[in-house]
Nanobody, 128 residues
Framework: QVQLVESGGGLVQDGGSLRLSCAASGRTLSGYVVGWFRQAPGKEREFVAGITSIGWGGDTTSYADTVKGRFTISRDNARGTVYLQMNNLKSEDTATYYC??????????????????WGQGTQVTVSS
C-alpha cells in the first residue's frame, strides 16, 4: 500500500509560479512511474505530466499539450520525491492537482491511465 501526499498548492496571480511536491509516506517513489493529474470543476480528470522510474534507463517525461513549455516534472531521487514546477500559470490551470503512482511496466513509457495509487489532491487557484 502506497500513500501519496501532495503539497505546494495555493492561490497565485495570473503569470505566477508554484511548485507542487509529491511524496509517499514512509516509502520512496523512485521505483514507480509518477504522474500528475488535475480536475477542474465541471470537467473530467486529465493527465498533466508524468515521469518514469529511475529503474528504467533514466527519466522520460511526458506532458499534456496544454502545459508544455510551462510545466516541468522532475525527481529528487535521493528523497524519492516528485515535483511539478508550474510557471506562467493561467486561469485555465485552476484545478485540484493529484499525484499518482504506477508500478513500472514498460521502459521509457509514461502511461496516461491505469495508475495504482492516488493522493488526495492539492488545490491550485489562479486569479486574473
Amino acid at each position: 500500500q502506497v500513500q501519496l501526499v501532495e503539497s505546494g498548492g495555493g492561490l497565485v496571480q495570473d503569470g505566477g509560479s508554484l511548485r507542487l511536491s509529491c511524496a509517499a509516506s514512509g516509502r520512496t517513489l523512485s521505483g514507480y512511474v509518477v504522474g500528475w493529474f488535475r480536475q477542474a470543476p465541471g470537467k473530467e480528470r486529465e493527465f498533466v505530466a508524468g515521469i518514469t522510474s529511475i529503474g528504467w534507463g533514466g527519466d522520460t517525461t511526458s506532458y499534456a499539450d496544454t502545459v508544455k513549455g510551462r510545466f516541468t516534472i522532475s525527481r529528487d531521487n535521493a528523497r524519492g520525491t516528485v515535483y511539478l514546477q508550474m510557471n506562467n500559470l493561467k486561469s485555465e490551470d485552476t484545478a485540484t492537482y493529484y499525484c499518482a503512482a504506477k508500478h513500472t511496466a514498460i521502459p521509457r513509457f509514461v502511461p496516461r491511465g491505469g495508475y495504482d495509487y492516488w493522493g488526495q489532491g492539492t488545490q491550485v487557484t489562479v486569479s486574473s
